[in-house]
Every structure is written in structure tokens, then in C-alpha cells.
């Protein structure tokens, strides 16, 4: 995965096509990497909530598709690096669910990022706040993610709406 400064540093070479670009095949990355992920999942909560993110990055790359649809595409790409990015390979790094969650993690993190960056260099306002938008939810997709760790590291390997709930005797002394 590309460090942040690696991605601001492409960034500051792209035109806006290549940009637009860079964040479609991440968000296809992302969607195909949280299809896998979900077929892989053991718990069913952990499943619904990556075929959640999957489809949430479907749509990022729909409504970026619309708006690079309107920009010229250079003669030559100056965005060489683009393929390094680990949401843009869409393919799970490791064989544990926790390694795959923090792979996603830093995924959702970089993309964050370069969103926020989009939205402090376009003129355009409707650009802008679609760029803020999009910030906006990779962040809440990273809290879904965190929130995902901590419950598959928990004490309780399933809730009581999953599986088997705690006995009563795990919560209270007598």
C-alpha cells in the first residue's frame, strides 16, 4: 500500500482525468477485495457488513465514473504508480480475518485521503462537496472496520444475536 506522502506526491502530478482515474480503480479495488473478503467471512455479521462496503464502493465508482466522464483524458498518463495502491489490486494480503480487516483499514485511510486531498484542489464546488462527501464516508467505513476488529478480538467470539449468548455467570459475581 502506498505510504501517504507516496500518494500525495502522485496527486500533485495527475490532471484531474488521471486523478478521477486513480480513485475509480480504487473504489473497484475496494468493492472486489470486500466481495472476497465476505465470501471468506465466518461470522455472518461480518459477511453483511463487508457486502455493505462492497456495495457502498460500487456506488463511490459510479458517481466518480459520472463526473470523469466530462474531463479530457491526457495523451500519455503520468500516474505510473497507480497499480501499487492495495485497493486497486482488490485482492486479500493475508488468510486472517483480522489481517484482511487492517488491510481494508488502511485502504479505507488512503482513500480518505485522497479525497480530502481532491476536495482542497478542485475549483468546482459540486466536485468539492462530492469529494467531502466521499472523505466523509471512508471514514465511516474505517470506523465500521474498527469497530469489526474489536469484536472479533473481543472476549466473545459471537453476540447474542449471532450465536450463543455468554452465560449470566460471565457478568456477575454472587
Not at 20 to 31: D, K, P, V, Y
Not at 134 to 149: K, T
Request: proline letters at 3%; a neutral charge.
Amino acid at each position: 500500500m502506498a505510504k501517504k506522502n507516496e500518494l500525495r506526491a502522485i496527486l500533485e502530478k495527475a490532471s484531474p482525468y488521471e486523478v478521477f482515474s486513480l480513485a475509480l480503480a480504487m473504489e473497484r479495488g475496494a468493492a472486489k477485495q470486500y466481495t472476497l473478503l465476505a465470501k471468506r467471512a465466518g461470522r455472518k455479521l461480518t459477511k453483511a457488513k463487508l457486502l455493505y462496503l462492497a456495495e457502498e464502493e460500487r456506488d463511490h465508482a459510479r458517481r466518480i465514473g459520472i463526473l470523469r466522464r466530462g474531463l479530457a483524458a491526457p495523451e500519455q498518463s503520468r500516474v505510473l504508480a497507480m497499480a501499487e495502491l492495495a485497493e486497486v489490486r482488490g485482492s486479500p494480503e493475508t488468510d486472517s480475518t483480522g489481517g484482511a480487516l487492517e488491510l481494508a483499514l488502511g485502504m479505507e485511510h488512503q482513500s480518505e485521503e485522497l479525497y480530502k486531498h481532491c476536495a482542497g484542489r478542485t475549483k468546482s464546488s459540486s466536485a468539492r462537496t462530492l469529494f467531502e462527501q466521499l472523505a466523509a464516508q471512508e471514514s465511516r467505513h474505517a470506523a465500521l472496520l474498527r469497530e469489526e476488529l474489536n469484536l472479533i478480538a473481543g472476549p466473545y467470539q459471537e453476540s447474542s444475536i449471532e450465536g450463543t449468548p455468554p452465560v449470566e455467570e460471565a457478568f456477575w459475581t454472587v
